[in-house]
């Protein structure tokens, strides 16, 4: 670390930078519970932001205290850290107050009612989801909030109150909760915070510290010192590695990682369908965990089950807004948002048993449905006509309900001559960006001469299954247009979110109402009746809505997914096939350098249907133009800090008197080592006479007497005598030139 003799502007800044890299890294041991993606980010930003905050304040603080003569305090002043909260809580309200996700740059009382319900919400997550959660936005706000409030917290500790002993203890903040759910924190942790704390303590605060004037002390005493400081930097590394290294160790033992914290949790896994989708968000594994089972009483599965609807796209992200409960609904009623349609089949009833899913919404079929809820949930249930949702309770481990399917008879002929929609404006609202017209121009080639909004649909999900023209991947490309419908129409690539929004989006662009719809695929075959629901089985798929029929499933991700499509959409296109646009005709649309925006529209890690692990593939430009423009401005503040420290030692009277001994060194003359300051003029005089024959002129003598005065009184004077810098350089300066006559060593 730094050497003891540093001034004090040095060990300020030192210690800020220490304590936000202990919380920066304690920030991260979070990330296993849940799952890294924006929050992250946003939390080392406001690290950064708020620890130059508290730091800068605090040096031009403490450096006015200096020029007006004000000694050292006990405590330093509150006013940084008062600075560095509001930094702090402009940053969350800006970061995770806004309508969406994406951040804003003023705040209102809106910002501020919506952080509390966020909270709300995270406090919800938190009381039924097992670790990891997704890191939704709720999950996001509550990491960086704490995050930030620790950082403010350790830095009054060790800049304000000067007990950097005790930054440690807001810390254990950032670390009990990985600790107790998954009994471990990463390995880099804890060799990064236990190396920044210790560091910590090598910084003499000001209780003990003296002045900038008399911390300076002899070039050997110097020495030493940075020496010191060397092997006190590298043994709080060794021993924050060699701890790091046991623990990791004691992993191995039986019982050894989780034995501890076992009273504190339970096992397992849980799901809950995320409601943030981002179509830019890219998806690995997904949790094999069953979600739930059921039984039919045939041999036909349930079909798809759905858990909510959304209709609102921003161009990147679908939203539900404010969450609403239901009307109350009497056993035997049909739940449909009309009329439900006359089907000739019989109705069919369906036992479902609740596994690890914990959702406030219970998973329906897409046809009109009785629900037998009982005591699932607590038995607080309301059905929500407008998105067709069964909510308000909370499912359980071992919850159970009865669905009482009335199918419909969705044929192709009849759905062909089905009359216009007349809906809300919102299920044909497109979002408006660069490529919007492109998209819709697009639409307007793959459904060709078809007509009907039956033919168009079919076209449009006929296309987009084409295994030729369309990749399944999990992993999504970046794109680089800055509307991600249309960079999933030049990459093509991606998986149900990117397929079914991107059916949404053309189908509205052509005047069809379409929304998309959450839920999971049929599971697995498990008994002549029965089947399995896993985490793997979360999708997503878009809807189409035909007056007399309702909602309509359509299947646009591909078959290696999803199988095979609704057998109502299966029909030949009204007459020929529709002609659809190949690779090559829509990439002869791409747009060029000269159109295409600045701003990368980049992939952020995240969780999408279900709690998943993430990929991360990579940051935006502006993200690496921030960074490194703040790194150019980090080296030159140090760089300029550590001029002007040499220029400050230049003017300081022990190092004027360390360069007169050295010159009298280079002369062959060295002084005893009991000789003191007072005598040390006498005693150079008779040592240069003696070695030379010469005596020094009288001004020098006055000079040499003057520099050691101020030499002594800087080393023992509780006010030391300081000469000015002019008149400190003319003393050095008389002084050498007169010893190198005297000696002859010019």
């Known amino acids: 670390m730094i050497p003891a003799h540093a001034g004090p502007t040095a060990r300020t800044v030192a210690s800020g930078v220490l304590v936000a890299v202990a919380v920066a890294a304690s920030m991260l041991a979070l990330t296993s519970i849940v799952v890294p993606g924006g929050w992250t980010r946003a939390g080392l930003v406001g690290i950064v932001m708020v620890s130059v905050t508290t730091v800068g304040s605090r040096v031009v603080i403490e450096r006015r205290a200096r020029a007006r003569g004000l000694r050292a305090r006990a405590s330093g002043s509150a006013w940084p850290s008062v600075l560095g909260g509001v930094v702090a809580a402009w940053l969350v309200l800006a970061r995770f107050g806004g309508p969406t996700a994406d951040p804003t740059v003023f705040v209102t009382p809106e910002h501020v009612a919506r952080v509390v319900a966020r909270l709300g919400e995270a ?90 004037r008399q911390e300076r002390t002899p070039a050997p005493v110097r020495r030493a010192e940075r020496s010191r400081a060397v092997a006190t930097t590298a043994a709080a590394a060794v021993l924050a590695i060699v701890a790091g290294l046991v623990g990791s160790a004691s992993a191995a033992l039986p019982g050894g990682p989780t034995g501890w914290y076992r009273a504190f ?88 048993a609740v596994g690890e899913l914990r959702d406030d919404k219970l998973p329906l079929t897409i046809d009109p449905r009785e629900v037998e809820a009982g005591d699932a949930g607590g038995g607080q249930w309301g059905y929500d006509p407008a998105r067709d949702e ?68 079919v076209a449009l999900q006929r296309w987009l299954r084409d295994p030729t023209r369309f990749t399944y991947s999990t992993t999504i490309p970046r794109g680089g247009t800055g509307d991600p419908v249309w960079d999933f129409l030049q990459h093509r690539t991606g998986y149900c979110i990117q397929f ?76 020929d096939p529709a002609a659809v646009p190949t690779a090559n005709d829509l990439r002869d649309r791409r747009p060029t350098a000269a159109s295409t925006p600045t701003e990368d529209a980049s992939p952020t890690a995240s969780s999408v249907v279900a709690a998943t692990s993430v990929v991360d593939t990579g940051l935006p430009a502006w993200a690496w133009i921030t960074s490194g423009t703040l790194l150019v401005a980090l080296a030159g503040g140090l760089v300029l800090l550590a001029r002007r420290r040499r220029a400050a030692q230049e003017l300081d009277p022990e190092i004027a008197w360390q360069q007169v001994l050295t010159r009298l060194a280079s002369g062959g003359v060295q002084l005893p080592p009991a000789t003191t300051l007072r005598r040390a003029p006498g005693a150079i005089a008779s040592a240069v006479t003696s070695r030379s024959g010469r005596e020094l002129p009288p001004e020098v003598l006055e000079d040499l007497a003057a520099l050691a005065d101020a030499t002594e009184s800087g080393r023992y004077a509780r006010e030391p005598r300081r000469p000015e810098p002019e008149e400190l350089e003319r003393l050095t300066g008389s002084v050498t030139a007169g010893l190198d006559e005297g000696l002859g060593t010019r």
């Open 390 to 457: 069964v909510v308000g309770g909370l499912t359980d481990a071992g919850d159970s309900y009865t669905l009482t399917v009335h199918e419909r008879d969705l044929d192709p002929a009849v759905l062909r001559d089905a009359p216009a929609a007349d809906l809300d404006a919102v299920y044909t609202q497109v979002p408006d960006t660069v490529h919007a017209g492109d998209v819709e121009e697009a639409a307007r080639e793959v459904v060709g001469p078809a007509e009907t909004t039956y033919d168009q649909a």
């Open 265 to 352: 949790t339970t096992t397992g896994d849980t799901i809950r369908l995320a409601e943030d989708l981002d179509i830019l968000r890219s998806l690995t594994e997904r949790s094999s965990s069953v979600v739930l089972s059921y039984d039919t009483g045939s041999e036909s599965d349930a079909g798809p089950l759905r858990s909510y609807t959304a209709t609102a796209f921003d161009g990147r992200r679908w939203q539900r807004g404010e969450e609403r409960g239901g009307r109350e609904f009497a056993a035997g009623e049909v739940l449909w948002p009309d009329d439900p349609p006359a089907g000739e089949a019989a109705p069919r009833a369906i036992s479902i």
């Open 500 to 575: 079914a929004t991107t059916m949404v989006v053309m189908a509205r662009s052509i005047g069809i109402p379409a929304r998309l719809a959450v839920g999971y695929l049929p599971g697995d075959r498990t008994g002549e009746t029965t089947w399995e629901v896993t985490g793997q089985d979360s999708h997503a798929w878009p809807e189409v809505y035909f007056p007399g029929a309702g909602w309509v499933r359509f299947e646009p991700t591909p078959a290696q997914q999803t199988g095979s499509a609704p057998a109502y959409t299966m029909p030949r296109v009204q007459g």
């Open 123 to 212: 406090g919800e997550i938190a009381r039924s989801e097992v670790a990891p959660v997704a890191g939704s936005v709720p999950m996001g706000l509550l990491a960086v909030g704490g995050t930030l409030l620790v950082l403010l917290l350790a830095d009054a500790l060790a800049g304000a109150l000067r007990r950097p002993a005790a930054v440690g203890l807001p810390l254990l903040a950032l670390w009990c909760p990985p600790l107790v759910l998954t009994g471990r924190v990463p390995w880099g942790v804890f060799v990064v915070t236990v190396t920044a704390l210790l560091l910590l303590l090598t910084l003499d605060g000001p209780l003990v510290a003296r002045s900038r």
